[in-house]
């Protein structure tokens, strides 16, 4: 069997610290605080990578001798990147962008070993196909409220799930940390 390093995961997310959890990977939170603002211009990759370097850098500068993992999640559909909703109409409005179509889930991992002065950054994608909402399952979602702190405004994990028609790659991607990818990364 493997036994797999204690981790430092730069994040506050619950879902990133769940899905460590349920893999029984041991780690130690470090919520750290970046500007998670998005470029003008600057790609769905490049950002979620860029905001994954950053955060495992902040984490990195706090604590030696150390693995940092950091991962950031956003959703693409056509040419939109939808991050976090700022308010309720937003919610609604990225859902009905994302109704009935395929979109882009993508997630930037930074793992940095100081162990071996080694860094990583990646990403992985996942594409998703929200089934067909009517307004009346739009507005439900969004005054459950579940939509206002996730990238692309849904939880696949949560009350969300009942609109995902398939998906097609890594389910924990979608979640926001794509385990098997950082599997890889450490090991490798």
Known sequence: MIELPKIVLASASPR?????????WPFEPLPVDIDETRHAGEAAVVYVQRLAREKAEAAA???SESIILAADTTVVVDEHVLEKPSDKSEAAGMLRLLNNRWHQVMTGVAVINQRTSRTVVTHRET???????????????????????????YAIQGLG???????????????????RLVY?????
Do not use: C, H, Q, T
């Not at 799930?161 to 794509?178: C, Q, S, T």
């Not at 890889?184 to 490798?188: D, G, P, R």
């Open 16 to 24: 990133r610290a769940e899905i460590l959890r349920i893999v029984g």
């Open 161 to 179: 799930a009942r609109f995902i028609e398939e998906i097609k790659g890594d389910y924990f991607n979608v979640v926001g940390l794509p385990v």
């Open 61 to 63: 500068a706090k604590r």
């Open 127 to 153: 594409a998703v196909k929200f089934a067909a909402m009517s307004d009346d399952d739009i507005n439900w979602y969004v005054a459950s409220g579940e939509p206002m702190d996730k990238a692309g405004a």
């Open 184 to 188: 890889e990364v450490v090991f490798s």
